[in-house]
């Protein structure tokens, strides 16, 4: 049975050499004669999976040591929740809202205080990432938050913004170890793994320390505390053990594949081969403005809503599969993540040329 190209927003593609590890160790993780998923959690073997995955995180982001790296459950959602509980100290944080994600996020947030959007791009259905150079953030904000790339509408922060000295809280899930970040221009930086990274069933927390103390809401719960999870490694309760496991091989393919420098440079190039053809296409187009577009999610039309379906349709009998639109923008998606490899990119730009032929 062969392989597809895979390109689903998420869960997604993961790279082959990382699969194929894992089902060699599936029955005997290295001479413990047993699965991953089977072991204790308190278990040496474990351990050294769980401080080997931090350490390559550590170094392939080059985290300075006064962050804490969390992987945790719940999803990015759950984050909703968690950054406001952990961080209004004031009750009160300003959100910048390019999608979805971001708009939920922030009605989570203001749940527990004072929320504001401070800019948004609603009024071009999300198509462009605002002027964020000159916000109205207000002076008691906890926090400035902001989903990096917008997974549906495939947009991307070129820039930060000015958050004004302020904490600056990210959601990074689509956009996780695709290129180089500098981590001390943020407070928090959180993702779900199912996206760039790994299996779904972890979100990994990037916290700075002083932003982690008791002083949190009220009712907090326990495992909402970063503090919980900051004092005891990861390792307060069960943590998804599995899936660690698998993002830990996957920071070690990022290590052997040059680092995010180099994946920077591979994912530029990929995703130019495909914006460079929506640029001369007659029939296909890229819904988003050009200085906003995302390295990672790529959505476009052809103003057709029957040729849309063909389309989708007759690529994933091409083995092109996953390429329908989120149901808010339509049309179709190509999610190109790190572990998409060029030639996946390249087959899906020649099937589109021939499509247009037929059907332009
Ligand atoms: C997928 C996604 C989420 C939601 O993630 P869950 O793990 O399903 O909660 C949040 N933010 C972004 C940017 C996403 O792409």
Redesign the pocket.
């Known amino acids: 049975m062969a392989r597809v190209y895979n390109f689903s ?2 869960p997604a593609v993961l790279p082959e050499a990382v699969l194929k590890e894992a089902a060699a160790e599936m029955l005997d993780y290295r001479g413990s004669g047993m699965s991953v998923m089977e072991m204790s959690h308190r278990s040496k073997v474990f351990q050294e999976i769980l401080n080997t995955a931090e350490q390559d995180l550590r170094d392939l982001m080059n985290i300075p040591a006064n962050y804490k790296v969390m992987f945790l459950q ?7 929740a968690a950054i406001p509980m952990n961080l209004m100290k004031n009750r009160v944080a300003d959100y910048i809202i390019t ?1 979805q ?2 708009k ?2 922030f009605q989570e947030a203001k749940l527990y205080g004072d929320a504001c959007a401070v800019a948004s791009s609603a009024d071009r259905n999300f198509s462009y990432i605002p002027d964020c150079s000159d916000l109205p953030i207000r002076d008691n904000a906890d926090y400035v938050y902001i ?6 509408y495939g947009t991307t922060f070129k820039q930060l913004p000015n958050t004004k000295g302020k904490t600056l809280v990210a ?4 956009c996780f170890l695709s290129e180089p970040v500098d981590v001390e221009k943020y407070g928090v930086i959180y ?2 793994v ?2 760039n990274v790994g299996p ?1 069933g972890v ?1 990994i927390a990037i916290v700075r320390e002083d932003l982690i103390t008791e002083d949190v809401l009220p009712g907090t719960p326990t495992m909402l505390r970063y503090k919980t999870h900051a004092d005891a490694g990861s390792l307060f309760n069960t943590p998804p053990c599995y899936g660690i496991y698998i993002c830990g091989k996957v920071f070690q393919w990022l290590k052997s594949m040059g680092g995010l420098e180099a994946m920077k440079a591979r994912n530029e190039e990929k995703a130019a081969i495909l914006y460079n053809f929506l640029d001369r296409s007659q029939l296909f187009k890229g819904t988003v403005e050009k200085d906003s577009r995302s390295l990672m999610n790529v959505p476009f039309v052809t103003g057709s809503e029957e040729l849309d379906a063909a389309f989708v349709s007759a690529a994933t009998k091409a083995g092109l599969v996953n390429l329908k639109g989120h149901r808010t923008v339509g049309g179709m998606r190509a999610s190109i993540y790190n572990a998409m490899p060029k030639e996946g990119v390249e087959q899906l730009v020649a099937f589109m040329e021939e499509f247009e032929k037929k059907n332009g």
């Open positions: 927003a998420g719940g999803g990015a959602y759950q984050q909703f999608g994600w971001a939920k996020a989903c990096q790339n917008n997974t549906i959601d990074v899930s689509s993702g779900g199912q996206k779904a979100v």
